[in-house]
């Protein structure tokens, strides 16, 4: 289990420390679960799953997808579902815009 942390982490493209800032651990903390040098405790577990919108069950088990839908993707799927195709790309081009400048902000 202590290996999907660090997948976790590299799927959301975070360094140990930024991903131990989000979860209020301490980077060498982190470090020693993904090692396996300590154990992962049920209030980690519950903490990743709950901040990151980790599934838990993906995280105990690696079955199933790494992470839950939140009520806004559903939401947004399906209105982006009813979409006329040229919507869809319009919206896709606007998300991909937005992305942008939430990385350029957030530096």
């Known amino acids: 289990m202590n290996h999907r942390v660090a997948e976790i982490r590299k799927e959301l493209d975070l360094n140990q420390e930024e991903f131990a800032d989000r979860l209020g651990l301490k980077q060498t903390a982190l470090s020693m679960i993904e090692s396996g040098k300590n154990a992962l405790t049920e209030k980690n577990i519950k903490i990743i ?3 990151l919108n980790v599934s838990e069950t993906w995280l105990r088990t690696g079955i199933g997808p790494m992470f839950e839908a939140s009520p806004y993707e559903k939401e947004f799927f399906a209105v ?8 869809q790309k319009a919206l896709l081009k606007f998300a991909k815009e937005l992305l942008k400048v939430q990385k350029k902000t957030a530096k």
């Open 80 to 87: 982006y579902k009813t979409l006329l195709p040229e919507t």
């Open 49 to 51: 799953c709950s901040v």
